[in-house]
């Protein structure tokens, strides 16, 4: 009913083949496979992985990953890039956006259903002034996965971790009622969210209320958690930087609601990925933590899968 999967980007050392190897031979039935641009990533963590590259991908290699993806049974669930489409840097967000429709055109010939990314924002400039932002630059974007017949899943991460992302982060998808303004810009049902609980929960949210309330719009699936430090939090109140206060957590050991947000998964009758996210620090220190980490996930999650 649910396929459990991960996100390939904890494994930055993997190529493709032993990403899929190492899904397969831990039952998980996708994976969330990482499309940055070689010649221009990011140094930040969990980013500028490069697991298909897109400008690189001829009738062979499109082949070949088609083969590799039925011998070893799992299927990719979605192309993943995450960079900032609406960056202050008009020369940078332009190639953020442009390689965003190659890795659309990608996923159709590759036959995967799904692109997840960001919205982007200028930290600077307001909600109101980055929706003006949005509604100029993303309708293009839509147009290309709409005549390709690839859904887009932007993740609601607000993308405010380090003082550059001050004072309102990297991208703009963060809450319900932006949500519903940019689906009124681009009603297109192509145009959906890759829904993470965790970063409602750190913006003092309800991370089950949205999945009824949104439910048409659940192209993908990201589980991640988060732990909020509460008397942290109490030191330093909600305006200061949130990483001085909350920091993620594989599913189990934070705050997320997991028994009520699978519930509310199936009571909207949700068919879809439901992809691991590991970003737990603790969890960082060999490539044995790591695959441990996304091994003690799926065995929680797997309460939930039957």
């Known amino acids: 009913m649910l396929d459990l999967g991960f ?17 397969s031979q831990h ?6 496979i990482m499309c940055w641009p070689k010649e221009n990533s990011e140094a930040r963590r969990y980013a500028g992985v490069t697991h298909i590259d897109v400008d690189d991908l001829d009738a062979q290699t499109i082949a070949t990953i088609r083969n590799r993806t039925k011998e070893y ?3 990719i669930s979605g192309l993943g890039y995450y960079p900032n489409p609406l960056d202050p840097d008009p020369e940078k967000a ?8 190659k890795i659309i055109r990608a996923a159709a010939q590759l036959r995967i259903p799904m692109v997840n990314t960001f919205i982007g924002r200028n930290p600077k400039l307001t909600i109101t002034e980055n929706l003006k932002l949005f509604a100029e630059h993303w309708p293009a974007i839509v147009k290309v996965a709409e005549e390709h017949n690839v859904k887009i899943g932007i993740e609601n991460c607000p993308m405010w971790y380090t003082d550059d992302e001050w004072p309102g982060g990297k991208n703009l998808a963060t809450t319900p009622a932006i949500w ?13 969210l890759n829904y993470d609980p965790s970063h409602l929960i750190w913006q003092m949210m309800d991370e089950i209320r949205p999945i009824y309330d949104y439910k048409d719009r659940l192209h993908h699936i990201h589980l991640k958690d988060v732990k909020v430090y509460r008397e942290k939090l109490n030191r330093v109140g909600i305006m200061a930087n949130p990483s001085d206060y909350h920091s993620p957590k594989l599913p189990g050991l934070g705050d997320v609601n997991w028994r009520g947000f699978f519930a509310a998964l199936t ?33 929680y999650v797997r309460q939930f899968l039957g």
């Open 7 to 23: 996100v390939s980007a904890i494994l930055p050392d993997y190529n493709l083949e032993n990403v899929l190897k190492f899904a």
């Open 180 to 192: 519903d303004r940019m689906f009124e810009i681009i009603p297109s049902p192509i145009l959906g």
């Open 27 to 32: 039952e998980f039935k996708c994976v969330e």
């Open 94 to 101: 332009e190639f953020y956006r442009e390689h965003i429709k």
């Open 267 to 299: 009571d909207v009758r949700y068919r879809g990925p439901v992809v691991i996210e590991v970003e737990d620090k603790a969890y960082e220190g060999s490539l044995k933590d790591v695959q441990t980490a996304i091994l003690t996930s799926r065995n």
């Open 73 to 75: 049974g799992v299927s």
